[in-house]
């Protein structure tokens, strides 16, 4: 085997390997098109396809009415924190938190 079809090879399965993680990217985080809360657009109804973070974070978030399927809507952003619009309350999240929120 020459240098030239060796690298070909390993080209190959690398394009491979690339495809397959952005499939099982796609199929397990709700889509290529999936962003966190705290960069989605003022005002735009989002849903929520993933909740990250430890199962404490994520128990806190559910309880305040942040569950996977819902619409949310951000209503205005002050120094990184975010005001939320949630079944028809207005919650305030940290960046920190809204980065664990994936719409």
Same mark, same amino acid.
Request: charged residues 20%.
């Given at each position: 085997? %020459? +240098? +030239?079809? #060796? ?8 394009? #491979? ?8 990217? #796609? %199929?397990? +985080? ?12 003022? =005002? ?7 909740? /990250?973070?430890?199962?404490? $974070?994520?128990? %806190?978030?559910?309880?305040? =009415? +942040?569950?996977? =399927? ?9 120094? /990184? ?9 207005? $919650? ?12």
């Amino acid at each position: 085997m %020459h +240098f +030239f079809e #060796y690298s070909v090879d390993k080209l190959a399965v690398a394009n #491979y390997n690339i495809e397959w993680l952005a499939s099982a990217n #796609y %199929h397990l +985080f709700g889509g290529d098109n999936m962003m966190p809360l705290n960069l989605a657009d003022i =005002g735009e109804p989002q849903i929520i396809k993933r909740i /990250g973070g430890s199962p404490d $974070v994520k128990k %806190h978030l559910e309880d305040m =009415g +942040f569950n996977i =399927g819902s619409e949310i809507s951000i209503v205005s952003v002050l120094a /990184g924190n975010l005001i939320v619009k949630v079944k028809e309350s207005r $919650v305030a999240v940290s960046d920190e938190l809204a980065r664990k929120i994936m719409v």
